[in-house]
């Protein structure tokens, strides 16, 4: 995926909001795989944070959505985004 974001050289800080309704797992990890590696392109100075919103309605293997368990086995809090800001050294 192209985002054009490493054509944003000055760019200090990329907040990313990641909708997960009727997205599969895999196709949300994606996602983040390639913002992270898009925003690993610029300045070590970049702060990144990501954001999973409706996280709870990942689908799958197909129609099945993730069983309350299985999400909450990430150690994830729901109805809250996932926050990933911890200084990444690209």
């Known amino acids: 995926l192209d985002f054009g974001i490493q054509n944003l050289c000055s760019l200090k800080h990329l907040h990313v909001e990641i909708v997960c309704y009727s997205a599969k797992v895999r196709e949300v990890e994606a996602l983040e795989d390639a913002v992270k590696n898009a925003a690993g392109c610029l300045s070590d100075e970049l702060t ?6 409706d996280e709870e309605e990942i689908v799958k293997d197909g129609d ?5 368990e299985e999400v909450d086995a990430d150690n994830c809090v729901r109805n ?6 911890e200084g990444y050294s690209f």
Do not use: D
């Open 64 to 68: 099945h959505k993730l069983a309350e």
């Open 48 to 53: 990144l944070e990501v954001s999973r919103w």
């Open 80 to 85: 809250t985004p996932l926050r990933v800001h």
